[in-house]
């Protein structure tokens, strides 16, 4: 079946500092992978969209400079939070597909920023 | 934009009874899922149904295309239950999915 990990589940980082999180498709291709974004008390929020042979897409108020993400190949992709600071707090999940198929969800990283 | 919304935000029920979740999104939806996140915060996948009607366990789902509505019916609720329940829908030509603002249910023994 098609599974998407992630890794680490948890961590904690101080301010000021980068932190960065993969996500690793399992059984299935990974043509597009989306990263989301759960802040405390908050539904998911997309972050950006990468899609094979297509430029990342990101989100209003989501950067490259901020959040540059690597997905070069058809299972993994990594995303680090750069300069990392309370706001950044929340649940970081990875969602991964082929084609039109239904997304896959990994179980997400949680990141606390001390 | 597309836009999911969840009612009611909040449930409390007693360990037995049953649960209607609903979700109405503004746009057409290709695919629609609904997840269970735990308290602990891991998302779990619980159905996809992007029309008609889904069955696994205890749980049911109705989702009614045209009317852009979907539900989530949970019989004889339990304690372990407990949880935020997610609505989530993608359209295949965005690859983007959008996710409600959720249903927190608490189960009391």
């Known amino acids: 079946g098609a599974l998407v990990y992630q890794y680490p589940r948890r961590t904690i980082c101080k301010s000021g500092t980068s932190m960065r999180m993969e996500c690793q498709a399992v059984?299935?291709?990974?043509?597009?992978v989306a990263w989301y974004r759960q802040s405390p008390q908050k539904t998911f929020e997309l972050i950006a969209l990468?899609?094979?042979?297509?430029?990342?897409?990101?989100e209003q108020n989501f950067t490259q400079e901020k959040f540059p993400i690597s997905h070069p190949n058809l299972s993994f992709s990594s995303m680090t939070v750069l300069n990392a600071y309370l706001e950044d707090r929340g649940l970081y999940l990875c969602?991964?597909?082929?084609?039109?198929?239904?997304?896959?969800f990994g179980p997400g990283t949680r990141l606390l920023v001390l | 934009g597309q836009q999911v919304q969840q009612s009611p935000a909040s449930l409390v029920l007693q360990e037995g009874e049953n649960a209607e979740l609903q979700c109405n999104f503004s746009?057409?939806?290709?695919?629609l899922q609904w997840f269970y996140q735990s308290p602990g915060g891991s998302l779990v996948s619980l159905l996809s149904?992007?029309?008609g009607t889904k069955h696994t366990g205890r749980l049911t789902s109705t989702t009614v295309t045209k009317e852009r509505r979907s539900s989530l019916h949970i019989s004889s609720s339990q304690t372990t239950d407990s949880g935020t329940y997610l609505c989530?829908?993608?359209?295949?030509?965005?690859?983007?999915?959008?996710f409600g603002t959720g249903t927190r249910l608490q189960v009391l023994p």
């Open positions: 989530a829908i993608d359209r295949s030509n965005t690859n983007k999915v959008v």
């Open positions: 990468s899609t094979v042979n297509s430029a990342i897409k990101y």
């Open positions: 746009s057409t939806a290709t695919q």
């Open positions: 969602g991964a597909k082929t084609g039109a198929d239904t997304q896959y």
């Open positions: 059984g299935f291709q990974a043509t597009s």
């Open positions: 149904n992007p029309s």
